[in-house]
T-cell receptor, first 112, second 115 residues
């Protein structure tokens, strides 16, 4: 069965610094997709970035990048130049055909 | 407005009452999903729909009923609400589930409290 593990319940970072949120996954499928979502205190789930298992390069979207290490089955989210508005819960997820399987999430606090 | 909306955003009800949560999307996505988010469990799939009149169970379907008569709407009904159904409910949609690239986009959520 597919599984997503986020081992950091909480992280904090100083404003303008970079931070890495860890995500490891387990799957036997050769083709899979990994997603990161942000959930601010207002509650909505905001799609941030996607990485496909066959993608040759790490995904990037603005200040977000995904450090994809296939052999280690890790897909860590890197947020560069953190902003106060980045304070939120962050979820890593994997597609399992008809649904997304989510990790438990990491709560990020950005300090001024 | 374009996107995916849910109503109501907040709902308080009593045990045994029937409650319907609404979901509407304007992207004409074929697939729609209902998840619930609980502390310690993350998000879990309740039901999903591949198209109008096609629905199927997810991970935690007991106590819920769905229908999809129109592509854009996917209501979720709690036939007889229980306290264990107190949760935050998210509706999501995607164009397809064929490719691993198919991203699911989420609505703002409905916070349901069952007293």
């Amino acid at each position: 069965a597919q599984k997503i593990t986020q081992t950091q319940p909480g992280m904090f970072v100083q404003e303008k610094e970079a931070v890495t949120l860890d995500c490891t996954y387990d799957t036997s499928d050769p083709s899979y997709g990994l997603f990161w979502y942000k959930q601010p205190s207002s509650g909505e789930m905001i799609f941030l970035i996607y990485q496909g298992s066959y993608d040759q390069q790490n995904a990037t979207e603005g200040r977000y990048s995904l450090n994809f290490q296939k052999a280690r089955k890790s897909a860590n989210l890197v947020i560069s130049a953190s902003q106060l508005g980045d304070s939120a819960m962050y979820f890593c997820a994997m597609r399992d055909y008809n649904k997304l399987i989510f990790g438990a999430g990491t709560r990020l606090a950005v300090h001024p | 407005d374009a996107g995916i909306t849910q109503s109501p955003r907040y709902k308080i009800t009593e045990t045994g009452r029937q409650v319907t949560l609404m979901c509407h999307q304007t992207w004409s996505h074929s697939y729609m999903f209902w998840y619930r988010q609980d502390l310690g469990h993350g998000l879990r799939l309740i039901y999903y729909s591949a198209a109008a009149d096609i629905t199927d169970k997810g991970e935690v379907p007991d106590g819920y009923v769905v229908s999809r008569s129109k592509t854009e709407n996917f209501p979720l009904t709690l036939e007889s609400a229980t306290r264990s159904q107190t949760s935050v409910y998210f509706c999501a949609s995607s164009e397809s589930v064929v490719s691993s690239t198919d991203t699911q986009y989420f609505g703002p959520g409905t916070r349901l409290t069952v007293l």
